[in-house]
């Protein structure tokens, strides 16, 4: 076993600063959906409120022996609500977990709005009130009363989770600007937009980039955290090359590191899908401003060639491989990685994407134990 | 257990497709299932398909990331076990890659009896797609082994060729027809290449 000499919090951010831990810190990104399989828990009953959701996910941090580090807020059922229909466990049938209902909630016409006032500002005076009927007063009222009640849960989280000895990683989810423009104007039209009117994407997405960076860095004082999340699941050269993503994503996401690095917090990158080719962008960022967090579809070991020494990587053990694998096959992968990817430094122990619902529980008991025990290799 | 897939962009017509084969095997003895999984709102009326005798399972978890391969291999698996499919069709979300899924299912569920691939590429849009969104429309068109270029009637000659040809470079292994799947503009040709 692994002798520890460092609490959490340190271990967490010797990573980050790309030294190396006395042993691989370990951070899955739970979610609800799993908390509920791990404890065999009512999924309706769960989702009924993020306080729920968040005692469900401690349950499982509890059952399973803790780890390193934890996101305080779930992602809610109010939070998603808020900008798209959505599918619910307990409402729905047959369903089991959160799932938003992509539809053009978002016109063209929009962009004129969004330009004028900036994305944040447009959702809440102007898409709440769209989608649940009501005034802009009563949308920013609503925006405001969700806002403050995920604040309270994230800040509970927080508490519960250090006083169990867990680090927090970034407060809330927080997705790049691009990713929630292709969410609330639908991938299809965006898509389009960038073809047919790419300079109208552009002013959107100008107007938008303070407004984010302001909000961040708001979240993280409030909270005390000095990491922010910023989620991407589209931008990725799987789906978009890469002069889309030269000009839509990559800018914005550097300006977001700049000021978010001068202002003392690093930036978790939650990146799904196949950014292979999008790493060496990265490379232009301060050295250790950034977590690159991957889900598994990205090759790990030939991310790690490309960032060694500059940006920890947090990831990837794969959906599959915990929903449809073996205990063993779990340990034997946590062990490589901890060993090609960990055996210089920073690397956190995570799952690719968040833990899935139909995770297993011995294969997540493996994850955690391999984390916290296995002893790198000497290589 | 066979599996045909109808993978393609959102809004391609994948749908519409699906539908029509639904039709076309109706009269057949086979055993059928169909898994639906989307960002959007289905398409399809399972409870009608249902009355048919057409086993419908809507897959939710429309994240294009991971999951949705584990949740496949799930359902196909339960499937299998409680309803005996001699064919399950599946249609993916528009902004999965099939050439991934595929991997996953041939390595979790190897006794599958086989597994084909029709991509549907929305003809009226393919210029733009191939432009800002070639990456995934490439791994669209590459995982099949027929492509059926849709909604042809809503543009010229002259761009069908050119589509024609697109696609073929890409995949010079696939079939490819053109058609309109919502005017039901030569279908046969591509159930006839499904038979």
């Known amino acids: 076993m692994a002798k520890e000499t460092m609490t959490s919090e340190e271990r967490l951010w010797s990573a980050i600063r790309l030294e190396k831990p006395d042993r691989v810190p370990v951070a899955p990104?739970?979610?609800?959906?799993?908390?509920?399989?791990?404890?065999?828990?009512?999924?309706?009953?769960?989702?009924?409120?993020?306080?729920?959701?968040?005692?469900?996910?401690i349950k499982a941090f509890d059952a399973f022996g803790?780890?390193?580090?934890?996101?305080?807020?779930?992602?809610?059922?109010?939070?998603?609500g808020l900008y798209f229909k959505i599918r619910k466990p307990g409402v729905d049938e047959g369903v089991t977990e959160l799932q938003t209902i992509e539809e053009e909630n978002t016109k063209f016409e929009d962009y004129d709005t969004i330009t004028e006032i900036g994305l944040y500002p447009y959702l809440m005076e102007h898409l709440v009130p769209r989608l649940h009927n009501i005034s802009p007063e009563e949308g920013t009222q609503l925006t405001d009363n969700v806002q403050t009640t995920l604040l309270e849960v994230g800040m509970r989280g927080l508490v519960e989770y250090q006083e169990r000895g867990a680090a927090p990683l970034f407060p809330v989810w927080y997705p790049h600007p691009f990713f929630q423009l292709s969410l609330t104007r639908s991938m299809v039209s965006l898509t389009e937009d960038i073809y047919y009117h790419p300079e109208v994407v552009d002013k959107a997405m100008k107007a938008s980039m303070q407004q984010y960076i302001e909000m961040g860095i708001e979240i993280c004082q409030a909270t005390g955290l000095n990491m922010c999340n910023c989620t991407e699941e589209r931008a990725g050269a799987a789906i978009y090359p890469l002069n889309v993503f030269e000009r839509f994503w990559w800018p914005y996401a550097r300006e977001v590191v700049d000021a978010f690095w001068s202002e003392g917090i690093v930036t978790w990158f939650h990146l799904d899908t196949n950014w292979i080719k999008n790493l060496p962008y990265f490379k232009e960022l301060p050295k250790g401003s950034a977590i690159i967090d991957l889900d598994g579809t990205t090759d790990i070991f030939a991310a790690k060639e490309i960032l060694r020494g500059h940006l920890c990587i947090s990831?990837?053990?794969?959906?599959?491989?915990?929903?449809?694998?073996?205990?063993?096959?779990?340990?034997?992968?946590?062990?490589k990685v901890i060993d090609e990817v960990g055996g210089d430094g920073g690397l956190i122990l995570s799952t690719g994407c968040t833990v899935p619902g139909a995770i297993k529980p011995e294969n997540f008991r493996a994850m955690i134990e391999t984390g916290k025990n296995y002893e790198l290799s000497k290589k | 257990m066979k599996l045909l897939f109808i993978t393609g962009f959102l809004g391609s017509g994948k749908t519409t497709l699906l539908l029509e084969i639904v039709k076309s095997?109706?009269?057949?003895?086979?055993?059928?299932?169909?898994?639906?999984?989307?960002?959007?709102q289905i398409g399809i009326d399972g409870k009608y398909l249902k009355q048919e005798g057409l086993e419908v399972q809507e897959l939710f978890g429309g994240c294009i990331c991971c999951a949705l391969s584990v949740n496949l291999v799930i359902t196909l698996k339960k499937l299998d076990q409680l309803f005996h499919p001699e064919l399950t069709i599946i249609e993916?979300?528009?902004?999965?890659?099939?050439?991934?899924?595929?991997?996953?299912?041939?390595?979790?569920?190897?006794?599958?009896?086989?597994?084909?691939?029709?991509?549907?590429?929305?003809?009226?849009?393919?210029?733009?797609?191939?432009?800002?969104?070639?990456?995934?429309?490439?791994?669209?068109?590459?995982?099949?082994?027929?492509?059926?270029?849709?909604?042809?009637?809503?543009?010229?000659?002259?761009?069908?060729?050119?589509?024609?040809?697109?696609?073929?470079?890409?995949?010079?292994?696939?079939?490819?027809?053109?058609?309109?799947?919502?005017?039901?503009?030569?279908?046969?040709?591509?159930?006839?290449?499904?038979?």
């Open chain 1, 29 to 57: 990104l739970m979610s609800t959906a799993a908390a509920s399989t791990l404890m065999n828990l009512d999924p309706a009953k769960v989702y009924a409120s993020a306080q729920d959701q968040l005692d469900a996910e």
């Open chain 1, 315 to 335: 990831s990837d053990v794969h959906a599959t491989l915990l929903s449809l694998g073996t205990p063993e096959e779990v340990e034997n992968y946590c062990k």
């Open chain 2, 25 to 40: 095997l109706k009269g057949a003895s086979k055993r059928i299932a169909i898994i639906e999984n989307e960002v959007g």
């Open chain 2, 92 to 195: 993916p979300s528009g902004i999965a890659r099939a050439g991934d899924i595929v991997d996953t299912i041939n390595r979790e569920i190897p006794d599958i009896a086989g597994i084909q691939v029709v991509t549907v590429v929305d003809a009226s849009r393919y210029k733009a797609l191939l432009e800002v969104m070639s990456p995934l429309l490439t791994s669209q068109i590459q995982a099949a082994q027929i492509v059926a270029i849709n909604k042809t009637d809503k543009v010229d000659n002259k761009n069908i060729n050119f589509i024609v040809e697109s696609v073929g470079q890409l995949n010079s292994q696939a079939k490819i027809t053109a058609i309109s799947a919502e005017e039901k503009v030569n279908l046969e040709a591509v159930l006839k290449d499904l038979m």
């Open chain 1, 66 to 80: 803790g780890w390193d580090g934890v996101i305080g807020s779930p992602l809610s059922a109010e939070e998603l």
